[in-house]
C-alpha cells in the first residue's frame, strides 16, 4: 500500500486519497484548478473528484480499478502539492 503524501489522507471505499487546498481569493483557486487541469492532461491522471469554492478547492484521488492509489497516483498528488506551493494563499 502507497502511503498519501503529506498533506493528503486516506479515505476507505473505495480507497482513495483527499485534500482540501486553501487559497486567499478566488483568483488563485481559479489559477490553482487550471493548473492541476493541465497536468491531469499532462499526466494522463485525472482527480475522481473535485469541488470548489470561492476560495479552497478540494481533491479527490482513487487508484485505477477502485484498487489502492498507487505510484501513479503518487506522482500525480506531490506534482499537485508543488502546484499549491506556487500559489499565494494562506
Not at 492541476?36 to 485525472?46: D, M, R
Not at 473528484?49 to 476560495?55: C, D, E, G, K
Amino acid at each position: 500500500m502507497t502511503t498519501p503524501p503529506e498533506g493528503w489522507e486516506a479515505r476507505g471505499r473505495p480507497p482513495s486519497w483527499f485534500r482540501r487546498f486553501t487559497f486567499a481569493k478566488y483568483a488563485e483557486t481559479r489559477d490553482f484548478l487550471d493548473g492541476v487541469a493541465a497536468l491531469s492532461e499532462e499526466l494522463g491522471l485525472h482527480p475522481q473528484n473535485i469541488n470548489f469554492a470561492t476560495t479552497h478547492a478540494n481533491i479527490t484521488i482513487e487508484g485505477a480499478d477502485q484498487q489502492e492509489p498507487g505510484e501513479a497516483e503518487l506522482a500525480f498528488a506531490l506534482r499537485v502539492n508543488a502546484l499549491a506551493a506556487t500559489r499565494a494563499g494562506p
